[in-house]
């Protein structure tokens, strides 16, 4: 409306400007000329709309003219109408300059409002008013129906509505006591199948590859895990579950022996691989990385492949999970020196000819 009413303002005054050579004789006509337009206008129009820009303007123009002579002009609305506009336009100043410039409670810092927040997402259980009594425990003195408020702004729901446990919570609530197994088949250059059997930890993400063959039975399940339960003792595995689908040749002697060394064994649903998703992960990832890019003559060319691709990603690859670290690597310290940083000197390494890549400083 301000940009209206200084484009407005700025062409009567140029209209101005253009009236003043004009003789009175000429005014006059001009005069008489719009008022017969007008009279044309309003025979054709029933009831013209004003904008309140149209308002300001008019009520601006024809306030100084006493009541008497605005009887007298031609006009699309009634005098007393264009009086009720100036007072309108005299209410709406005072009250921008009278009117307190803040009303009603002031606004939570956003830093109440950011641990109500965190609060509501750390305790799905917890509504408001048990965080109102939280942040009370912490000395933050805010009104119970504030805390509503906050929640009810970011659409989180009351708390019966939040405590039901997705399995995506779950799995990261319980990652340190997480294993999970699959099987996954890949073919030869000849088109023999082989299977392979990984197992992976949801804290670490370290990978094991327990084995691969052509033919997987039962016994050959058992006797991996077996295998399992050794290299998760000596590296002091504090795991409690296992995860695997529910593939027949996983028997009930797998999870027998299992549950002997305190293994919970958990069974995915029914064609929802969503419920194994780490280890689809990784399956996919070796796809990708290794055995859609390299030519598997036999099972111990399989087995050997999978061990450096077992290496390298439990020492060298980068996981978003981990903070771009490895399994068994940390992150090194970062670089510091000038000259380093300028003229790095990275020397690569190949595995598998070259399939993958290995990246590092030269000492």
């Known amino acids: 409306m301000l940009l209206r009413l200084a484009y407005l303002a700025a062409t009567n005054t140029f209209a101005l400007l253009r009236l003043l050579p004009m003789s009175d004789r000429d005014k006059d006509i001009e005069i008489l000329a719009l008022r017969h337009q007008l009279l044309v206008l309003q025979r054709?129009?029933?009831?013209?709309?004003?904008?309140?820009t149209d308002r300001v303007v008019l009520a601006g123009l024809l306030h100084h003219l006493p009541r008497e002579k605005l009887r007298h002009l031609l006009l699309l609305v009634r005098p007393d109408t264009i009086l009720r506009w100036h007072r309108n336009?005299?209410?709406?100043?005072?009250?921008?300059?009278?009117?307190?410039?803040?009303?009603?409670?002031?606004?939570?810092?956003?830093?109440?409002?950011?641990?109500?927040?965190?609060?509501?997402?750390?305790?799905?259980?917890?509504?408001y008013r048990?965080?109102?009594?939280?942040?009370?425990?912490?000395?933050?003195?805010?009104?119970?129906?504030?805390?509503?408020?906050?929640?009810?702004?970011?659409g989180?729901?009351?708390?019966?509505?939040?405590?039901s446990t997705t399995w995506a919570d779950f799995l990261r609530s319980q990652a340190d006591a997480l294993l999970a197994c699959d099987l996954f088949e890949t073919h030869t250059l000849t088109g023999a199948r082989l299977y392979v059997f990984a197992v992976i930890e949801h804290s670490s993400r370290r990978v094991r590859i327990l084995g691969a063959t052509a033919h997987p039975s039962a016994e050959w399940i058992v006797q991996l895990g077996r295998n399992l339960l050794m290299d998760l003792q000596d590296a002091g595995s504090r795991a409690k579950f296992l995860i695997r689908d529910r593939d027949s040749k996983f028997t009930t002697a797998f999870d027998a022996l299992l549950a002997d060394a305190g293994l919970k064994v958990v069974t995915s649903g029914i064609q929802i691989p969503r419920m194994n998703s780490l280890m689809e992960r990784w399956i996919q990832t070796c796809r990708r990385e290794l055995l859609n890019r390299t030519l598997i003559w036999n099972q111990s060319h399989l087995l050997h492949a999978l061990r450096e691709f077992e290496s390298f990603y439990n020492w060298h690859r980068p996981h978003r999970a981990l903070k771009q670290a490895a399994p068994l690597r940390p992150l090194p310290e970062p670089i510091n020196t000038p000259a380093q940083i300028r003229h790095p000197e990275v020397h690569r390494r190949d595995r598998l000819g070259g399939t993958l890549h290995e990246y590092q400083?030269?000492?």
């Open 44 to 52: 054709q129009v029933g009831k013209p709309t004003f904008t309140d």
């Open 89 to 127: 336009l005299l209410k709406r100043r005072h009250a921008a300059t009278c009117a307190p410039k803040h009303r009603g409670r002031p606004p939570t810092v956003r830093s109440i409002r950011a641990l109500v927040l965190r609060l509501a997402r750390e305790n799905s259980s917890w509504g």
């Open 130 to 154: 048990r965080i109102h009594g939280e942040l009370a425990a912490l000395g933050i003195k805010v009104a119970a129906s504030t805390v509503w408020e906050i929640l009810r702004k970011h």
């Open 156 to 163: 989180i729901p009351p708390a019966p509505e939040r405590q």
């Open 361 to 363: 400083h030269a000492a």
